[in-house]
């Protein structure tokens, strides 16, 4: 699920990010003096924790990159640590400093929680522009997208939805393999006795496996993406991808059903021959009218690429 996370938390960075800097910036001066800069952090820190109940860690770095307090951190094994150490290296200290403004970060494996979190820092400087200290919280990556966008993680829809789908998806998978092992079993039963093999046996287990193959494809693509998250690059042709090879299969099993009632009406019952034109002509109307859908959606492509 980290991928979808991430690309989820991509989409609402610039509203994180402005929401996490004000919070910070109604807690704690951006300018002071920094004879009371030391009491000032110390005593803001504890009511900036308590403002945003979902982060993991509240600090304060020097102008140097140190950590110049401790951890304030409802978690009891981060809580009180850390003070002293040297993050001059990390993103959120040099990103801060180039831009010379308040900064979130991209996610990033946390070394102490094993979790992936960002880092949303805010500069503090004196009344000659120069830095004093460096606010930073720590939130994880879930419980970012919890605060700006409730419902893209763990919202009752979302879970309703991603059961519904796994279900479809189980039962599906069931029928393409019933299907499977209906067109096996359908001309294996004639064993090596090739003389007995009848054409309309054989005709029928390939519609059967061609259906079979189509909706596993279809089955695969559901559960990935709507079960898994998983997010493909070009998502969208993807997606129009999985449904031309599903009309295809079934484009390709319905012109052998076609073929299948041209030999059998031609002998047997020439009269009803017409029925199977019928069946000719609705496959070429499918036909061009998926045709024409790929012939668009390659246009949309590419206009949306030249852009």
Same mark, same amino acid.
């Given at each position: 699920m980290q991928i979808k996370e991430i690309q989820e938390y991509a989409q609402i960075r610039a509203k994180a990010r402005a929401y996490l800097c004000y919070i910070i910036g109604r807690n704690i001066s951006q300018n002071m003096e920094s004879v009371t800069l030391d009491t000032t952090i110390l005593s803001n820190l504890q009511s900036l924790n308590n403002a945003i109940p979902k982060a993991e860690t509240v600090y304060a770095l020097d102008a140097q990159g140190v950590q110049m307090t401790a951890n304030i951190s409802k978690n009891k094994k981060l809580n009180g640590e850390g003070k002293g150490e040297n993050r001059s290296n990390r993103a959120y200290y040099y990103k801060t400093i180039k831009e010379h403004r308040c900064t979130l970060t991209d996610p990033y494996p946390s070394m102490i929680s094993n979790t992936m979190v960002v880092t949303a820092s805010f500069p503090i400087y004196d009344e000659n522009d120069t830095l004093l200290s460096i606010i930073c919280v720590d939130i994880s990556l879930a419980n970012i997208l919890r605060m700006v966008s409730p419902s893209s993680i763990d919202s009752l829809s979302s879970q309703f939805t991603k059961i519904v789908y796994a279900a479809f998806s189980l039962a599906l998978g069931a029928v393409s393999l019933l299907l499977f092992i209906k067109g096996i079993t359908s001309f294996m039963s004639f064993g090596f006795d090739f003389t007995n093999i009848d054409i309309n046996e054989m005709f029928t287990? #390939? &519609?059967?496996?061609?259906? =079979?193959?189509?909706?596993?494809?279809?089955? *695969?693509?559901?559960?990935?993406?709507?079960?898994?998250? *998983?997010?493909?690059?070009?998502? =969208?042709?993807?997606?129009?991808? #999985? +449904?031309?090879?599903?009309?295809? =299969? &079934?484009? &390709?099993?319905? =012109?052998?059903?076609?073929? +299948?009632?041209?030999? *059998?009406?031609?002998? #047997?019952?020439?009269? *009803?021959?017409?029925?199977?034109?019928?069946? &000719?002509?609705g496959i070429s109307l499918l036909l061009i009218s998926l045709s024409i859908y790929i012939r668009f959606n390659h246009t949309d492509s590419k206009h949306k690429k030249s852009k």
């Open positions: 287990s #390939t &519609i059967l496996l061609t259906l =079979s193959l189509a909706i596993f494809d279809l089955v *695969k693509a559901i559960f990935e993406e709507e079960v898994l998250g *998983k997010e493909r690059k070009n998502h =969208s042709n993807n997606a129009h991808q #999985t +449904m031309v090879r599903f009309l295809g =299969s &079934i484009i &390709i099993a319905l =012109s052998i059903e076609a073929l +299948m009632l041209v030999f *059998k009406f031609a002998l #047997t019952a020439p009269d *009803k021959l017409q029925y199977a034109v019928y069946l &000719i002509v």
